[in-house]
Structure formats: structure tokens, C-alpha cells
């Protein structure tokens, strides 16, 4: 297990880098990182979640999608749900780009139903 801080904020994870990537998701793009609700920590995606936690994922409701849940890697700023759901995969602050891809993921963090 590794533990990474970008920008003073601790990312758990399996060989997590400078920018979030982790050793599931490590391309040039994979550089957010979430904050799950269960816990309250960030980790760069649901497998290293599952893999170094001991209870199940829970997905954050949609009344609480102001809440900031998202970490840049690249910036380091921490984004709330609705900015990141509506970034299209460009990050607001520094404009890096994400991966278009964690969009297919979307309901195993959040319930966007
Ligand atoms: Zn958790
Ligand atoms: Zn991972
Ligand atoms: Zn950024």
C-alpha cells in the first residue's frame, strides 16, 4: 500500500504517483483522484478502494454533490462533485485533461440515476 500527499492531501493506494495515477488506472490522463463518502478518504479509483479497506463503497447521494469529493492530480485542487460532473474531463482550475473514461464509472461513486 502506498500513501501519497498532493498537496498536503493524503491519497491512499496500491504505487499511487505524484498525480493519482495507481497501479489500475495509469495513463496520462488518469489523473483525479475521489474521496470516498464511506471513509472520507481519497483514493485513485474504486479498486484500490476495495483492495485496502475493509467495508463496502458507499456512493455519494445526489443531494450532496456540492461537496468537494475530487482531487486534481495535476493542479492539486479539490473540485465538488457537480464541477467535476460538469467539467466535461477538463479540470476547471488548470486545465488538465481527465480521462473521458472514468465517465463509465460514474455510478460506482456516485448515484446518478
Ligand atoms: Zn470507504
Ligand atoms: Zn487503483
Ligand atoms: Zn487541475
Known amino acids: 500500500m502506498t500513501e501519497m500527499k498532493v498537496k ?8 499511487v504517483d505524484q498525480q493519482t495515477r495507481c497501479v489500475h488506472y495509469h495513463t ?18 474504486y479498486k484500490c478502494h476495495d483492495a485496502l479497506s475493509d467495508h463496502p463503497t458507499e456512493r455519494w447521494r445526489r443531494d450532496e454533490f456540492n461537496q468537494k469529493a475530487i482531487l486534481c492530480g495535476s493542479c492539486g485542487s479539490e473540485l465538488t462533485i457537480e464541477e467535476y460532473l460538469s467539467c466535461r474531463s ?9 480521462n473521458p473514461g472514468c465517465a463509465l464509472h460514474y455510478s460506482l461513486y456516485f448515484d446518478t440515476e
Open 90 to 98: 477538463t479540470c476547471p482550475k488548470c486545465g488538465a485533461s481527465f
Open 28 to 45: 496520462e490522463r488518469d489523473i483525479i483522484a475521489i474521496k470516498f463518502k464511506c471513509c472520507g478518504t481519497y483514493y485513485p479509483c
Open 8 to 15: 498536503s492531501i493524503e491519497v491512499k493506494g496500491i504505487d
